[in-house]
């Protein structure tokens, strides 16, 4: 059972961007995001989404599909093409890593 219980947090930590990734990296890779998405992750374009606080599988997943053409975008394909998949792991933990509060009005 012990042995079942380790493997099983292994496979789920391999496939986590967010555990095997270098935020630290993140963040000096995201400098070239701040045009858009701010410096701390928080547009300061109108029609740019916050990705602070974003789940790191969300914003890799999103990235990935810039990158392959599969979600469509002008400026953010241009970005995303030559980011490797480190990278997009290392920008994935770093706007993760944010924390974001929400207040109600």
Excluded at 56 to 72: F, I, P, V
Excluded at 76 to 101: C, G, Q, R
């Amino acid at each position: 059972m012990r042995v079942t219980l380790i493997a099983v947090l292994a496979t789920l930590a391999a496939g986590s961007p967010a555990l095997a990734a270098d935020a630290a990296a993140g963040k000096v890779k995201a400098q070239q995001c701040a045009v858009c998405h701010g410096p701390n992750g928080l547009a300061t374009a109108p029609d740019a989404p916050n990705l602070a606080g974003q789940p790191a599988l969300y914003t890799a997943a999103q990235l990935k599909a810039y990158r392959s053409g599969e979600r469509k975008h002008e400026v953010m394909a241009v970005m995303a093409k030559p980011l490797s998949d480190a990278d997009i792991d290392n920008l994935a933990a770093w706007f993760a890593s944010i924390k974001v509060t929400a207040q109600m009005p």
